[in-house]
C-alpha cells in the first residue's frame, strides 16, 4: 500500500529537459501520458532526420505533451506550428510546455486527427509517431486529411514500429504516389511522403 506522501508524489508533474532538434527544451508531464518520463526512441529516431525551414507551418498530429511539436516550433520560429491530440490532458500539457519553453508559435489544440482544424488550413510540415494500435480506418482518414491539408511540396514525417513498415509504405505510395524510408532503427522506421 502506498503512503500519502507516496500518493501525492505520484500527483505531482513529472519534470525533465531534452536535448531535441539541437535545443533544450523543458517538459512537464504526468502520468497516463505516453512515455511521461522521458522522450521515447521512435520520436527521438523521427526529429534526427526531419528536414525544416525556419519559416514552415507545421503540425504535430498526436501530439502528446508536446516534444515533436515543440521541437518543430522552436526549429521554424517565423512558421506556426499546430499540435493537436484527442485527450484533452495532453493538449492541456503542450500547451503549458509552449509556455515554459516561450514558444509563441505553438498552439495545442483538442481533435480527433484533423477534425478541429479550420478546412482551410494548410501546412508545410506535418509530423506524427503513429500509435501502434491506430486502426487502419483512422490511420486512412489521417492520411487522406494530410494530403488534402499539405500544400504542394508539403512534407509528411511519420514514425511507426518495425512491425508497420510495409503498410506504411503501401498506404503512402497509395495516397501520396510516394514514399522514401529515411531510417530504419532497431524498432522504428521513419518515413516521408511528399505532397506534389
Known amino acids: 500500500m502506498l503512503t500519502p506522501e507516496q500518493l501525492a508524489g505520484l500527483r505531482r508533474d513529472i519534470q525533465f529537459s531534452a536535448q531535441l532538434g539541437g535545443r533544450t527544451l523543458e517538459f512537464r508531464s504526468t502520468w497516463g501520458l505516453f512515455s511521461p518520463r522521458e522522450i521515447d526512441e521512435g520520436t527521438r529516431l523521427l526529429l534526427d532526420h526531419l528536414h525544416i525551414e525556419p519559416g514552415d507551418d507545421c503540425l504535430d498530429l498526436g501530439c502528446g505533451y508536446g516534444p515533436i511539436g515543440l521541437t518543430l516550433a522552436a ?91 510495409q503498410y506504411m509504405k503501401r498506404n503512402l505510395n497509395e495516397v501520396f504516389g510516394n514514399y522514401d524510408k529515411l531510417k530504419q532503427g532497431a524498432h522504428y522506421t521513419v518515413a516521408l511522403a511528399r505532397r506534389s
Open 75 to 165: 526549429l521554424a520560429p517565423q512558421g506556426r506550428t499546430l499540435l493537436v491530440d484527442k485527450d484533452f490532458v495532453a493538449v492541456d500539457y503542450a500547451n503549458r510546455n509552449a509556455r515554459l519553453n516561450r514558444l509563441d508559435n505553438a498552439e495545442a489544440r483538442l481533435s480527433n486527427g484533423f477534425d478541429q482544424i479550420e478546412p482551410e488550413r494548410r501546412f508545410d510540415l506535418i509530423a506524427s509517431n503513429v500509435p501502434a494500435k491506430v486502426g487502419k480506418e483512422l490511420l486512412a482518414l489521417l492520411l487522406h486529411d494530410a494530403h488534402a491539408r499539405l500544400r504542394p511540396g508539403g512534407r509528411l514525417y511519420l514514425v511507426t514500429i518495425n512491425g508497420l513498415r
